[in-house]
């Protein structure tokens, strides 16, 4: 609301109409957590109604002024939305002009309004250091891998059991582990833990793409 009000509209489990359609591309630079590119020059054809979280002004949105007390508690919002759900206020936070040449709001900058909600989540750039390099040159446990999985460490698993290699932990592949499980003595669970990542023995020589953590 315009005196900073926050109100939820629909249930969590519900798809609100908020976002319409709008450029493909745009929605696939979001998914990718690429830097929104600045206005839409289309009005787009795809719906992103169920992948987007819908903010609303209470405005005219023709260009009314926005209450200092309405853009802090957004400012404030889109924060908390982006720290609970892992995202970037630099990818993940647009407007709708940015989505739709339809929309002509907001009328703010959203390049400022970003920036403000990256400081207000305190998102800093993490120091990242990758795993030391194993001495037996063994590739190090990546994690459970589980059917619903995806990932280049899963198309490894399915060249080693004999599964289709398209990175999908999917029914069959699962029921290939079963087996691969049951031949080298261990639990038939299906899921690829930490003692059959080590008992299918893939070394570094065996990789041919780059790491996959």
């Known amino acids: 609301k315009r005196d900073g009000t926050i109100m939820q509209l629909t249930a969590e489990n519900v798809k609100a109409n908020h976002a319409g359609r709008g450029m493909g591309d745009v929605l696939a630079r979001m998914k990718a957590d690429r830097p929104i590119k600045g206005n839409a020059t289309a009005a787009g054809k795809v719906t992103a109604n169920g992948s987007l979280i819908g903010v609303s002004f209470i405005n005219d949105g023709l260009g009314e002024d ?34 739709s ?18 400081h207000e989540a305190n998102i800093a750039k993490p120091e990242i250091k990758l795993p030391a390099e194993p001495e037996d040159g063994l590739v190090p446990f990546p994690g459970v891998l589980k059917k619903g999985s995806r990932s280049a460490a899963v198309k490894f698993v399915q060249e080693r059991i004999g599964a289709t290699p398209d990175g999908i932990f999917g029914g069959r592949t699962k029921a290939k582990l079963v087996a691969w499980q049951k031949a080298n003595g261990l ?7 930490r003692r059959t990542w080590s008992r299918l023995q893939l070394k570094r020589e065996d990789i041919v793409q780059p790491a996959f953590y």
């Open 66 to 99: 926005i209450p200092q007390e309405q853009m802090d508690a957004a400012v404030t919002l889109c924060a908390y939305l982006c720290l609970t759900n892992g995202f970037s206020p630099f990818t993940r936070v647009i407007g709708h002009k940015e989505w």
């Open 101 to 118: 040449s339809r929309k002509v709001d907001p009328s703010f900058d959203m390049s400022e309004f970003r920036a403000m909600v990256a």
């Open 187 to 193: 639990v038939p669970d299906g899921i690829c833990g």
